[in-house]
């Protein structure tokens, strides 16, 4: 039995543990930085010189740390692109903004253990030469940003942040800042952009690549809550070490929430790739209520392509002599990992799966997220602005009783012109790849949905009973 | 606020390097890099400029060359590739020779992704078109479709691009959001909600080159709205740049808003008269009447803006109280019979006794006639300063178009109006006694009808009455701008030039044909009787101009050194 190993989340529900700072403080907290501010600048054999700060970049690119914000991008290719001749200040922020549906493990973190947050964001500001920090908390967590400015505060009293830390020489402040309520924050320049004080419309890229023109138009980094998690025990076990963790390529733990129709639901951290969706589901999350069956799942937040029960997708692995095998894989048996989701055509995203057992209404399930979706869409640009809510309203049409038969192939339709590089940001695949992927893997329970309306609007027609097969349509989401 | 601007793009040095790109198979050399509209740094050339100047069109509605780019409307994707790469980084060849490319799986927006050498730009192919029409889509099922009662209905970007690449029909059965659709943005502007494609062109322009944060969006996603900002108006004084800008009917002209048709307007290139800076215009008149100025492009002047006060005053040229009658005394005469009367005056009139008051509303070619008048008489002459404040966009302190024009033909001293109280002392004192007075009511500076009565001979011409039009001896009625041919030198020197719009009022007649005339029974000098050829003259004359010509100016004019 897949077993969880708890890296991150070691003490945070240990009875007794409190997020103040000398309960850190006992479970060896800020010996990392204390660490990383000691590296000596170390001469190579070509005579060049590294310094400290470089010296943990590279070996936050030799962990293979992978970004736990969503899209699972190399976190240390993602400093490397950081532009460190510009003459700017070069910024940090740190992305709490954790809002993606079915997720919540950032949460756990900040408000059990806001001190290791902390720490790896002073060991990752140090390593870039940052000297300002942002700390941008979802607006729905207003205790997290109060136990957030707490531990700021005692950081602060015990000289881990602020002027000449520890007596390095090294200054940095740490900024908490409350989100402004919507989704869209968390998407990086979105993010920014509401930062500044601005609507949180995401940036076109290019040209605004936020290691280039980040916030304020500096070099700007913006690391997941997790992620900034993981820099402090690389940087306290190695980047080498913590590369033995999990799989090769998909290195570390991850914390992965689970949600929906199982006993347990809940977050569970384990070694990434090292246990199969099933087992995530059975082992961890206690498996399905009894009696019921599994369905589908939704293995990467709500913007991830959902997964069909009994679905088996054809991996490539590298067999004993290095080539490529392919081998066929039943969902369930797939490694939760970023490539082997990634290779079954979904994601492992924001690391949180949402179970739906046979009970579930799929029609419904995916008219929720839609709804979802329309609401948040910022609205910039096209496809996305008018594709999210026609979506939302002709599933609400056909969760309504006034559905078509058609009305598959024309979400369909509508959906294929929003993903793909059409929008100026990641929510066109966010809202766009639930309904294809809902459609294209349930179209006959949407067919018949629509069949059935039809069906009962021509009988009560017939019987003289107001309705008539032309569409009254009910009435569709506003704003709120 | 970001410092407002108007960036004079320079013609690109001839330094700059140029960068080999393909459209649409096309090779096409062009520079890497582009003046940005704001800042006026050399910014990376983007494919949508590249495919300019292929002569490519790519549709688009957020774009506009003179607007920091937002990429927000998804118009303008289009497909690319780049030289592949081999594994040494350098460029791979195809079995032929020529330069492999590997083909982007993801389309790029036009407007805001930079060219790389050797990219091909790819604007035409199935997958392009129907991103157009996926867009276009989207953006028409929302919206109202009142064409036939949009003002913008015949120069309007959504109307345009259906029939390139909308569909007949459309499948959209869900009901339509609605948003408000008489909104009152502001005293010069009223805003159809509905209509708008929140392309926000009119929010960058009232930002980043109005410098006023008055206009944004608000809520989310499909029910985005754009709003003033709550509880004040829009208004500043280039609102209605948005209204020229707004891709479609959305931002309408109080003042021009269900007035006339667009396409029942005949264009003439003018030249706004309301200050020194000589936004560049279009008048559009229909059967002799001016219903609207829009701003026409020149980058030495105006971008493709213009200012809210200049644009408005165009109401005078058609008023009921216009001077359409030649005058001798208090009765109707003929151009022939005051003309002559006038010259025989003039012939007789003594070096010194003559003085003139000339407009800086007035062309250089009027100044340039009226100075040889001026130097037959060894006359006193000068022009009415109308210094009001300006601002840092375009709007001048100096209100009148051609200061510039008076000095340097001489009418008017370094230091204008410097010489109108002389004149006044002189009449006074006896020693002048006749004043040419044109387009100016010289009552309000200095020179009251007291001393005007003192006067042997007023000779008036001006297109409005005034006191001292009613103190004339003789009265001509003038043309405005919009009724004759002519040029004006603007605040930086400028020389531009401006046509004819509509026929001129009653017996009005343009003031250069008669002073032409005037000049010539006075002084003996014949000159042009055409503007080309009365220009080309002066231009040989006056030191300043020498060296241009009235074709050489053409639609944007010539700089001289002031
Ligand atoms: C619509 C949208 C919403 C997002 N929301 C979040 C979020 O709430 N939290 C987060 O960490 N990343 C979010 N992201 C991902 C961020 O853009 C960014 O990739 C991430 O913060 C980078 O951190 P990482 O590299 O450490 O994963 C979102 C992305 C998109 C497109
Ligand atoms: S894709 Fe959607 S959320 Fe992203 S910028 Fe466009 S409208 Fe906004
Ligand atoms: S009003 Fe016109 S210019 Fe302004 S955002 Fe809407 S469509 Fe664009
Ligand atoms: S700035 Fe001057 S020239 Fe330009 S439109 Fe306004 S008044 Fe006319
Ligand atoms: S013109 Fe390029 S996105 Fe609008």
Redesign the interface.
């Known amino acids: 039995m897949a077993q969880e190993y708890r890296l991150i989340l070691k003490y945070a529900d240990e009875p007794g543990y409190t997020p103040d700072l000398d309960c850190y403080l006992r479970h060896g907290g800020y010996e990392a930085l204390k660490k990383a501010l000691a590296i000596q600048p170390r001469t190579l054999t070509d005579g060049k010189t590294l310094s400290g700060p470089e010296q943990i970049r590279d070996d936050v690119k030799l962990s293979g740390l992978r970004g736990r914000g969503g899209a699972g991008f190399s976190c240390g290719l993602k400093w490397s692109f950081v532009d460190r001749r510009s003459g700017k200040p070069i910024y940090l922020i740190c992305n709490a903004d954790e809002s993606e549906p079915g997720t919540f493990k950032d949460r756990q973190i900040l408000y059990k253990d806001p001190h290791q947050m902390i720490e790896g964001m002073i060991i990752s500001c140090y390593a870039n030469d940052v000297k300002l920090a942002y700390i941008y908390i979802r607006g729905e967590f207003p205790e997290g940003a109060r136990i957030l400015n707490r531990a700021l505060n005692e950081a602060r009293a015990k000289n881990f942040l602020g002027k000449n830390i520890l007596g390095s020489g090294y200054n940095l402040e740490i900024h908490v800042h409350r989100g402004a309520g919507?989704y869209i924050c968390g998407e990086e320049t979105g993010l920014i952009e509401s930062l500044e004080g601005k609507?949180a419309y995401p940036r076109?890229k290019?040209?605004y690549f936020p290691a280039v023109l980040g916030l304020y138009q500096c070099p700007t980094i913006v690391n997941n809550v997790e992620t900034l998690c993981n820099v402090k025990h690389i940087v306290a076990m190695g980047g080498a070490e913590f590369a033995k963790l999990g799989t090769p390529n998909n290195t570390g733990t991850r914390i992965v929430s689970i949600s929906g129709h199982v006993k347990k639901p809940g977050y569970y951290e384990v070694e990434v790739g090292k246990a199969t969706i099933g087992q995530l589901i059975n082992d961890f999350a206690g498996g399905l209520w009894d009696g019921r069956k599994l369905k589908a799942i939704i293995p990467g937040g709500s913007s991830a392509k959902v997964f069909k029960a009994g679905e088996k997708f054809k991996l490539k692995k590298k067999g004993p002599d290095g080539k490529d095998i392919e081998q066929e894989v039943e969902m369930l048996d797939l490694p939760y990992d970023f490539d082997s989701l990634m290779a079954a055509g979904s994601m492992s995203g924001s690391g949180a799966i949402i179970v739906m057992d046979d009970s579930t209404d799929i029609v419904e399930a995916l008219a929720n997220i839609s709804e979802f979706y329309?609401?948040?869409?910022?609205?910039?640009?096209?496809?996305c602005?008018?594709?999210?809510?026609?979506m939302s309203?002709?599933l609400h049409?056909l969760t309504h009783g006034e559905g078509r038969k058609q009305d598959a192939d024309?979400l369909v339709?509508i959906a294929?012109?929003i993903p793909?590089?059409?929008?100026?940001c990641a929510f066109g695949e966010a809202c766009s790849w639930p309904v294809q992927s809902f459609i294209a893997k349930f179209k006959d329970e949407f067919v018949a949905k629509g069949e059935a309306d039809e069906k009962r609007r021509t009988a009560a027609q017939v019987q003289g009973a107001g309705l008539t097969p032309e569409?009254k349509?009910a009435a569709?989401p506003q704003?709120s | 606020m970001s410092s407002p601007a108007i960036t004079e793009t320079k013609p690109s040095p001839p330094t700059t390097e140029l960068m080999k790109v393909k459209v649409d198979g096309k090779e096409i050399a062009v520079p890497k890099t582009t003046p940005d509209p704001i800042t006026g740094k050399p910014v990376a050339t983007t494919m949508i400029q590249a495919c300019a100047l292929a002569k490519v069109d790519v549709p688009h509605y957020c774009y506009h060359p003179k607007l920091p780019?937002?990429?927000?409307?998804?118009?303008c994707?289009v497909e690319f590739g780049t030289p592949a790469l081999g594994p040494d980084r350098k460029p791979v060849t195809n079995p032929d020779g020529t330069v492999k490319i590997s083909k982007s799986p993801?389309?790029?927006?036009a407007c805001?992704?930079?060219i790389s050498p050797g990219m091909e730009i790819y604007t035409n192919t199935p997958g392009v078109k129907q991103?157009r029409e996926?867009?276009l889509?989207?953006?028409l099922?929302?919206h109202p479709l009142d064409c036939p009662i949009c003002d913008q209905a015949g120069e309007c970007k959504l109307q345009e691009y259906s029939v390139d690449y909308g569909q007949a029909t459309s499948?959209?059965?869900?009901?339509k959001?609605h948003k408000p659709k008489h909104v009152d943005l502001g005293p010069r502007i009223v805003l159809d909600d509905e209509r708008c494609?929140?392309c926000t062109r009119c929010i960058r322009f009232t930002r980043d080159i109005a410098g006023d944060d008055a206009l944004?969006?608000v809520?989310?996603?499909?029910?985005?709205t754009l709003s003033a900002y709550p509880g004040k108006a829009f208004d500043n004084n280039y609102t209605l740049n948005t209204v020229d800008i707004c891709p479609v009917g959305a931002l309408t002209s109080k003042d021009f808003r269900f007035k006339m048709r667009v396409w029942f307007l005949k264009e003439t290139k003018s030249v706004c008269t309301s200050c020194a800076t000589g936004c560049n215009i279009v008048i559009g008149s229909r059967e002799e009447k001016v219903y609207r100025y829009e701003p026409r492009e020149n980058d030495a002047v105006n971008a493709c803006w213009m200012c809210d006060y200049g644009r408005l005053n165009y109401k005078w040229i058609g008023s009921e109280n216009r001077l359409t009658e030649v005058r001798i005394g208090k009765s109707t005469s003929t151009w022939t019979a005051a003309l002559k009367e006038i010259s025989e005056k003039l012939g007789k009139a003594a070096p010194g006794s003559v003085a003139i008051v000339a407009s800086a509303r007035q062309t250089n070619e009027e100044l340039f006639l009226l100075s040889k008048l001026a130097q037959k008489f060894n006359a006193l002459t000068d022009s009415v300063p109308r210094m009001k404040e300006g601002d840092k966009l375009l709007l001048s302190a100096d209100r009148n178009p051609n200061s510039n024009g008076a000095k340097l033909t001489g009418i008017s001293p370094a230091q204008m109006g410097a010489n109108l109280p002389k004149i006044a002392d002189r009449i006074r004192s006896g020693s002048i006694k006749t004043l040419i007075v044109f387009g100016e009511d010289v009552t309000k500076h200095g020179i009251g009808t007291d001393l005007l009565g003192k006067l042997e001979t007023l000779i008036v011409s001006d297109i409005l009455p005034n006191p001292t039009t009613e103190l004339a001896h003789y009265l001509l009625p003038g043309c405005a701008h919009a009724e004759k041919r002519g040029s004006f030198t603007n605040g930086k020197g400028r020389v531009q030039r401006f046509m004819k719009a509509v026929e001129p009022k009653g017996e009005a007649r343009p003031e250069w044909e008669f002073l032409h005339e005037l000049v010539y029974q006075v002084t003996g000098q014949n000159g042009f009787a055409s503007i080309e050829g009365l220009f080309n003259q002066m231009a040989r004359e006056v030191p300043a101009f020498n060296g241009l010509t009235w074709a050489g100016l053409g639609d944007t004019g010539a700089s001289v050194p002031i």
């Open positions: 919507a609507r076109i290019p040209p329309a609401h948040e869409s910022c609205g910039q640009c096209t496809p602005r008018e594709g999210s809510l026609w309203k002709a049409r024309y339709k294929d012109n793909g590089g059409r929008t100026i569409l349509i569709s704003p | 780019v937002a990429g927000n409307c998804r118009m994707l993801r389309p790029a927006i805001a992704t930079p991103m996926g867009v889509e989207f953006l099922i929302n499948r959209f059965v869900e009901p959001v494609i929140l944004g969006i809520n989310r996603g499909s029910y985005n």
